[in-house]
């Protein structure tokens, strides 16, 4: 029987919320023969990263997903498949959850949650929680580093396509995209961060240090400050120079060239939760730009993980990456001898991050867990 599915997603900080859900998405589709349906509030945000998706149109159909603008008049009218996912605590309307509740065969209802490697993270995942008055019951799914969690998402052929990815791919990619192509020496480094973070500084460090360095930045609000920081404007020149730095600022990207992205630089500074684990997949050294919480809860997230990922380390590579994480996070100092202390050691991280993503492959992908644990409730 194929299952119908029914993912909400309500866009938050732009991209991080509809990436993953899309992800999710499509791989339901394409790899478990799912008939799903994607209900997202923000389709021109969706649509700077899924290039083929009209944000006015209330529905469409890309990749195999039907993809509706959520907004009252449209859901009203909507039956509920047999798997509703509500992705990041976003809330379903109380006159769709009646029909869940009065199908023959009552709706599964998954709350998706964030990632995080705390430690409370197992003992969470999957529990129940009865709602109050109608006859259903949500699950919380959690993503997760650790066997006892959902996983993370991982489709099926990435990781062979990643080590496909050779010089002559890279530079077949650079090319399509009008990338500036590698140069000899040169560091190669994307930036996809918060406004929080000191981007100013960071520009700073480049274009006092010695040695060549590419960064490239998406379109947007950090764009916008390292061209005010460097030009004394916000305009939209596609490069920038100071010293040994060339910024190359460029359009949104669909999420597989993203990836590609990732694949192509030596050092990916990312954000949030997508990017986050794609920069892992990609298996080169990263800097992650936690989402900031109220009451300083997001330290709490960082030094889970950086606790798990860094276990496995020498002390020397554990102790230069946890002072740039906590320096680029805004805790602690962000200075020129941290972020040279971290570059020194990229062929170690090298090492280490593959050594990490081959622990990671031990588990199922998130995708396929949830189809396996949504089975086992039907």
Request: hydrophobic share 45%; with cysteine.
């Amino acid at each position: 029987m194929r299952r119908s599915w029914d993912i909400f997603c309500t866009v938050i900080d732009n991209y991080g919320d509809i990436g993953v859900c899309w992800r999710l998405a499509r791989q339901l589709a394409a790899e478990h023969h799912r008939s799903v349906r994607l209900w997202v509030d923000d389709l021109t945000s969706f649509a700077r990263i899924a290039h083929d998706v009209d944000p006015q149109r209330q529905q469409q159909r890309l990749h195999g997903v039907e993809i509706y603008l959520w907004q009252q008049p449209v859901i009203a009218h909507a039956e509920p498949a047999d798997v509703v996912i509500e992705a990041f605590g976003c809330e379903l309307s109380a006159d769709y959850m009646q029909k869940m509740a009065v199908k023959k065969h009552p709706a599964v209802w998954i709350n998706l949650e964030y990632l995080s490697a705390e430690s409370w993270v197992p003992q969470y995942h999957g529990l129940p929680s009865p709602h109050p008055v109608l006859p259903l019951t949500k699950r919380f799914f959690f993503p997760g580093f650790m066997p006892e969690t959902g996983g993370l998402l991982r489709e099926c052929h990435l990781i062979s396509q990643r080590r496909a990815f050779d010089a002559r791919s890279e530079q077949k990619f650079l090319q399509h995209h009008s990338f500036l192509e590698r140069a000899s020496a040169e560091i190669r480094i994307s930036l996809f961060c918060y406004e929080t973070a000191p981007v100013e500084r960071l520009i700073q460090i480049f274009c006092e240090s010695s040695q060549p360095v590419v960064l490239f930045v998406p379109e947007g609000k950090a764009a916008d400050r390292i061209s005010i920081f460097l030009d004394g404007r916000a305009h939209h020149e596609k490069l920038l120079k100071c010293g040994p730095l060339t910024v190359q600022i460029f359009p949104w990207l669909e999420q597989a060239e993203y990836d590609r992205l990732l694949w192509s630089c030596d050092i990916n500074i990312v954000r949030g939760e997508d990017s986050f684990v794609r920069a892992q997949w990609a298996a080169k050294p990263f800097i992650w730009t936690i989402y900031p919480q109220t009451e300083g809860a997001h330290w709490n997230k960082l030094n889970a993980f950086l606790d798990l990922y860094t276990a496995q380390m020498e002390i020397e590579t554990m102790n230069a990456v946890q002072a740039l994480w906590t320096g680029w996070n805004g805790k602690d100092d962000f200075n020129f001898n941290i972020w040279m202390n971290f570059v020194a050691l990229r062929k170690s991280l090298m090492q280490h991050n593959n050594d990490w993503v081959d622990q990671l492959l031990k588990q199922n992908d998130l995708t396929s867990n949830l189809v396996q644990f949504v089975e086992n409730q039907l």
